[in-house]
């Protein structure tokens, strides 16, 4: 399999080609999370369950040692709040150890460790008194990073919280539920979050979730050495003719005022995916078309340059970091042919002066995709029976491509 690069890209010394998980997409039997308690409510609008995984809290090794073996220099893996605080104020020693363990094992293999803190679920407990909206929410993401950062002493990068403007716009979805104002139950959840139809994030949310950002970086800052920011789901919105105020106000909501938030920060991660049009009602869902990724996205491998110079526009000049980019598909040469368009897109933006520190592909392994199985993002594939690693083409393609960009340094 050939690259569609023609030349090496043109990064700088340091830059990091990894790929990326999350915990509860990969490691299996989350059973304290919210995440897991939706999954398997009585009539949960989720229609497949996390089950086990990949089981990756077993298997990290190989994941690790598969990734490293391709020529990658990095991998972002998160620790599980619902793990390590499985009751409030109930701190398990014996879990943090283990993400101790794959932070050394990532080391010892050649791979920069890039943490999560957050992604996505919380406890079940800090959901169940109000989530994000509780009074007292702050002071317990607070208590728990406290905790979480005491293994964290060698870690170069550290995101406190991924994608806070699509946990706010779940929220509102959640909430707009509740309230029985969001249509007709099951399929409007589900294909509100697979089309990207999601309602404008809840204001109350990202409130919340800018000040436990801020308080998380303070303890990062405080505790170890590492760099921290947080990661934006760029959306890459485009206006439809006469609909530019839309299109400015809808952008601000779902993307600046996160943005801005990360010009106080050492880094942004910036997550890309596709491109939304925006009419007169706000984001246009997806239409129907033969290219269209398995998560039923536009195929935009150009959105992860439109995302890198608007987070550089808007953030004013914080260094940026790749922390998700790729495509749900089951033609790996498709995956290839994406990987390589966004690449060139963030080639131009380096050239242009943006600085770029790294790119981590979404994702490693297939993995569970919030609610069902069928979209393959992975470098690897998995056997969810035996959980057998198949490393895909593209991962001695895109580990390369990396060997390549390092050694013309």
């Known amino acids: 399999m050939t690259t569609p690069l023609s030349t090496p ?6 830059f990091l080609w990894g790929a990326a998980t999350s915990p509860h997409q990969t490691e299996g039997g989350n059973v304290h999370s919210d995440w897991w ?14 089950g086990d995984a990949v089981d990756s809290y077993h298997r990290y090794p190989e994941d690790m040692r598969l990734l490293a073996e391709a020529g990658l220099n990095a991998y972002r893996f998160g620790i599980e709040w619902a793990r390590v605080e499985p009751a409030p104020g109930v701190h398990l020693e014996s879990e943090l150890a283990h993400y101790r363990q794959m932070i050394e094992t990532a080391r010892s ?5 890039v943490v999560t803190l957050h992604h996505f679920t919380t406890p079940a407990w800090f959901a169940h008194q109000g989530g994000w909206l509780h009074p007292d929410a702050v002071d317990l993401f607070a ?10 002493h060698d870690v170069d990068w550290v995101c406190t919280i991924n994608e806070p403007n ?8 959640f909430r707009q539920q509740a309230a029985g104002s969001g249509g007709s139950g099951e399929a409007t959840n589900r294909d509100a979050v697979t089309s990207l139809s999601l309602p404008t994030p809840d204001t109350e949310v990202a409130d919340a979730l800018t000040a436990a950002h801020r308080r998380a970086v303070e303890i990062v800052h405080r505790k170890t050495h590492a760099k921290a920011g947080w990661t934006v789901a760029g959306q890459q919105f485009e206006p439809t003719p006469g609909n530019e105020a839309v299109f400015e106000r809808t952008r601000r909501d779902w993307e600046d005022r996160f943005l801005l938030v990360s010009r106080e920060d050492d880094f942004v991660g910036v997550q890309a995916y596709t491109s939304q049009k925006v ?6 869902p997806h239409p129907a078309h033969p290219t269209n990724t398995l998560s039923g996205w536009a195929y935009r491998p150009d959105a992860l340059e439109m995302a890198l110079r608007h987070a550089w526009d808007v953030t004013g000049g914080t260094p940026l970091l790749v922390t998700e980019n790729g495509i749900a598909t089951d033609d790996d040469t498709v995956r290839v042919r994406y990987t390589g368009e966004a690449l060139t897109g963030l080639d131009k933006a380096v050239a242009d002066g943006i600085d770029v520190r790294g790119y981590l592909h979404w994702s490693a392994l297939d993995n569970y995709e919030w ?7 992975g470098l690897i594939a998995v056997d969810r029976t035996t959980f057998e690693r198949s490393p895909r083409p593209s991962l001695e393609w895109f580990g390369r491509l990396a060997r390549t960009a390092v050694s013309a340094r």
């Open 109 to 113: 293999l050649g791979l920069t460790p």
């Open 279 to 284: 009419d007169e009602n706000g984001p246009v």
């Open 9 to 14: 890209i043109n990064t700088r010394e340091g």
């Open 166 to 173: 699509i946990i706010a716009a779940m929220t509102a979805l």
């Open 143 to 152: 208590r728990y990073v406290e905790r979480a950062t005491t293994i964290l």
């Open 371 to 377: 609610g069902h199985w069928g979209p393959t993002f």
């Open 37 to 50: 308690q939706l999954e398997n409510a009585p009539q949960s609008f989720v229609s497949e369950r996390s």
